[in-house]
């Protein structure tokens, strides 16, 4: 049972445009949220994250909504720039101070290009 | 700040072997969990460690172990490897713990192939 699915495997843009990478879940219990971008041969680095009593929370070129009646959340790039490219996980946890049930369950990961 | 580190970056074994990978987190963080990344399953929970004890679990075989020392570095075992073992082990650390309205920090993860 996939709890966070990122239904697009890819994206590309052009350089400058905004970038859209989407997040379903499923686990009503989720209340925090994040984005993870990852490189190669690199672990994940954590870009932005959202609580779910936010549905907007702003980190520069970064946004993240969150409609958790539709259980969706999206990362906004504006604007987007060659260095962008690369593999973002979106990753969901439940639990607002840490303990024994609790996971960090990630999506796929979405490939975005952004082209010069 | 140093980030959080993991040894070796590669390592290729054959069936049947163990193996033993090690995480050093963020200075101060008490918490490390792993995760096992693979093209099709994509990251998947392995475990966490938080103050030496072992706090989450998820659903992995008991060929997958880990332990954590008192200075919060924390070892992985998987013994007997399968092939469909090989794959990308990141461990990721912070203060609070997974489940805390934090973010986990990932070191660059080992490659382990198992031929």
């Known amino acids: 049972d996939q709890q966070v699915k990122q239904n697009s495997p890819s994206l590309s843009v052009q350089e400058g445009r905004i970038s859209i990478l989407n997040c379903d879940y499923t686990?009503?219990?989720?209340?925090?949220f994040l984005w993870y971008k990852k490189y190669p041969a690199e672990g994940p680095t954590f870009l932005i994250s959202?609580?779910?009593?936010?549905d907007k929370n702003e980190d520069g070129r970064f946004t993240v909504f969150l409609n958790k009646s539709a259980k969706h959340l999206s990362l906004h790039i504006v604007p987007s720039q060659p260095g962008d490219s690369a593999v973002y996980f979106c990753?969901?946890?439940?639990?607002?101070?840490?303990?024994?049930?609790?996971?960090?369950?990630f999506g796929k990961g979405t490939l975005l290009t952004v082209n010069p | 700040k140093a980030g959080v580190t993991q040894t070796p970056r590669y390592l290729i074994k054959t069936r049947g072997q163990q193996v033993t990978l090690s995480c050093s987190p963020i200075?101060?963080?008490?918490?490390v969990s792993w995760y096992q990344q693979t093209p099709g399953q994509g990251l998947q929970f392995l475990f966490e460690?938080?103050?030496?004890?072992q706090r989450n679990k998820g659903n992995f075989p008991g060929r997958f172990s880990g332990r954590q020392f008192s200075n919060s570095r924390s070892e992985m075992n998987v013994s007997t490897l399968e092939l469909g073992d090989s794959a990308l082990y990141l461990c990721?650390?912070?203060?609070w713990g997974v489940g805390s309205n934090q973010p986990q920090h990932f070191g660059d993860g080992t490659r382990l192939s198992i031929l």
């Open positions: 200075s101060g963080h008490r918490s």
């Open positions: 686990n009503s219990m989720f209340d925090y």
């Open positions: 990721a650390s912070s203060y």
């Open positions: 460690y938080f103050s030496e004890t």
């Open positions: 990753a969901a946890s439940a639990g607002g101070s840490g303990g024994s049930n609790y996971k960090l369950t």
């Open positions: 959202i609580s779910s009593i936010k």
